[in-house]
């Protein structure tokens, strides 16, 4: 008997009583790999990705992983060799992008603090657009591309102010954020780029925020971004291309957001009717292409029952998920294999001297020591922002494809943890 995948999580499921990954138990990767131990299933992010690519059918559009998600090379390939192109945040990670086979043409560099050396960099191997943030950063992108004797392809981030009705740290959209150029600015800042000798303005774009579960917000920030391409085109400042960014989320618990399918039938509904249809468009997804296609493998410690709160502590803990301590976000906890009997309730923590510490508060679990718990939806945003906080190696990642098992990141030791440090004397 087969039982059902975890909540939002395609190809991992229950089988005779212990969770597998694709047709991988987790128990088996355990004890040969240890714990914490991030595992992805290739297949949960083909199909991810196949949502987007048939919401897109027929379309002139192209895909570009959100690579701050989880910028691990094995992943990037899975996505390259898929066809993507990537959204990059910095030079470190347009090198990952070429590591990977990635293809430079297909990269888009978004970000309000682009350095010369970045942009030099991003040049001279020619990748597809620079998102643009400011006035300023117009600027110095301009004299760079001068100097090196090129024209840097741009497109301007422009801020709708449109509500994304996520948690604030991950809303971007908004007036008052550090990100974007004002609504009311845009056409004077096309004008300004369309001056300057070493830039080509090329696209307009704008990401309005992070884990948004609603269609609304999108169909909003989609007509400003229209009316603009309206004022900007008028104003005599052609724009090819449509970046709608990213930031559509998954279910953590209970979530609904749309699928990426039916989102798309709803926008291009709407361009078409504004009659933008025809144009090259480009999205930015993260989070929905690899969220919940991993898993956070954990051993657990101890068990320490106290008067106002049982602990169950854990070898993961805030360096490998910080999640939790940053936005109080919620990640499902599920046994590997479950115990029959009542739960009990833990605040599930990890071994580090913080407070904030914890990766789930309050869960039911019917658990023992050594038994090995999955912090689900670990795909996005956890590696990716893992650290060495206490001085733990960060954890190691596989990659799991039917039955075979890559290592796509070994286990950091303690000593690359300090191999680039020196005594004074
Ligand atoms: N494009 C731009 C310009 C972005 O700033 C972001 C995310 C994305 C695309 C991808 O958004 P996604 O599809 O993944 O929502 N660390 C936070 C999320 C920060 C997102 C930052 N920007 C978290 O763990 O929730």
Redesign the pocket.
């Known amino acids: 008997m087969t039982e059902p995948t975890l909540p939002g999580h395609p190809f991992i499921a229950y089988h005779e009583g212990e969770l597998c990954v694709e047709q991988v138990r987790l128990s088996a990767l355990a004890s040969t790999y240890g714990t914490p131990l991030f595992v992805y299933s290739k297949a949960a992010m083909l199909s991810a990705l196949a949502a987007y690519q048939l919401g897109f059918a027929g379309r002139n559009a192209q895909i570009c992983y959100?690579m701050?998600?989880n910028s691990t090379l094995g992943i990037l390939q899975v996505f390259a060799l898929a066809g993507c192109g990537f959204?990059i945040v910095s030079g470190g990670e347009l090198a990952r992008v070429l590591a990977a086979g990635g293809d430079p043409a297909k990269v888009i560099f978004?970000g309000v603090g682009k350095t010369r050396a970045e942009m030099r960099q991003a040049l001279q191997v020619g990748i597809g657009c620079f998102n643009v943030e400011s006035i300023a950063e117009l600027d110095v992108l301009n004299e760079v591309a001068v100097g090196m004797g090129l024209r840097a392809p741009v497109s301007l981030r422009v801020n709708p102010n449109v509500d994304p009705q996520t948690h604030p740290y991950?809303s971007?959209g908004l007036k008052g954020n550090k990100f974007g150029v004002a609504h009311e600015q845009a056409v004077e800042t096309y004008l300004h780029a369309s001056r300057l000798p070493g830039l080509k303005v090329v696209g307009i774009d704008c990401?309005i925020g992070?884990?948004i579960t609603e269609t609304t917000p999108y169909l909003d920030a989609m007509d400003r971004v229209l009316d603009l391409v309206t004022q900007v085109e008028a104003a005599g400042v052609p724009i090819h291309h449509i970046d709608f960014?990213?930031?559509?989320g998954i279910n953590y618990n209970g979530d609904t957001p749309p699928a990426a399918d039916a989102l798309w039938a709803q926008l291009l509904a709407k361009l078409d009717a504004r009659g933008f249809g025809q144009r090259q468009l480009m999205i930015?997804?993260?989070?929905?292409l690899v969220g919940n296609a991993g898993v956070c493998l954990s051993e657990v410690l101890y068990l320490k029952p106290g008067e106002q709160k049982n602990f169950c502590i854990i070898d993961a803990a805030m360096n490998d998920l910080p999640?939790p301590a940053m936005?109080q976000?919620y990640h499902h906890i599920t046994p590997v294999r479950p115990r029959k009997g009542e739960g009990t309730l833990f605040d599930v923590v990890g071994p580090i001297c913080e407070s904030g510490d914890w990766i789930g508060r309050d869960r039911s679990l019917q658990v023992q020591p050594g038994d090995l718990l999955a912090v689900c939806s670990a795909g996005?945003?956890c590696m990716s922002?893992a650290s060495n906080y206490n001085t733990r190696g960060r954890a190691a990642e596989l990659l799991i494809d039917g039955d075979q098992v890559h290592v796509i990141r070994q286990r950091e030791s303690v000593f690359d943890t300090f191999q680039l440090e020196q005594l004074p004397v």
């Not at 930015?284 to 929905?288: F, H, I, K, L, W």
């Open positions: 959100a701050k998600a959204d978004s991950i971007t990401h992070s884990q960014g990213g930031g559509l930015e997804p993260g989070r929905s999640r936005y976000a996005a945003y922002m």
